[in-house]
């Protein structure tokens, strides 16, 4: 942080990013989801002008984190309906005719057993 601050980090600003997101989930991994959800909500109802650096933020902790061992009711198919909305995926991908698609809602019929 304090190359940052004076100037002196010579990576680029997504470089700097993912360091600042690990730093981020090394330190404060039980509240990971919890900061992934408030980014989400910032995309939405946050400023056009904060929707890439908000993206590149949430990709990047998203990296960091093991999704199989999300919990539903926390991280669930809302968070990832507002985030797909600014994300541009390949031609002819569909979410809903994924394998993350299909195992999301597996694992949103078990957390409501």
Same mark, same amino acid.
């Given at each position: 942080m304090s190359l $940052? =601050? @004076?100037? =002196? %980090? =010579?990576r680029d600003c997504t470089n700097w990013i993912n360091v600042?997101?690990?730093y981020l989930h090394d330190a404060f991994a039980e509240i990971t989801f919890n900061?992934? @959800? %408030?980014?989400a909500e910032?995309?939405?109802k946050g400023l056009p002008s904060m929707q890439q650096s908000l993206l590149q933020i949430i990709y990047s902790l998203l990296s960091h984190i093991d999704l199989s061992a999300a919990p539903?009711? !926390? #991280?669930n198919l809302?968070?990832?309906k507002i985030i797909s909305k600014y994300v541009q995926v390949r031609p002819g991908f569909s #979410? $809903?005719?994924?394998? !993350?698609?299909s195992d999301a809602l597996k694992a949103s019929h078990r957390e409501e057993d």
């Open positions: $940052y =601050s @004076t100037h =002196s %980090y =010579s600042v997101c690990r900061l992934v @959800t %408030y980014l910032l995309l939405e539903v009711k !926390q #991280f809302e968070i990832m #979410f $809903y005719n994924s394998a !993350q698609h």
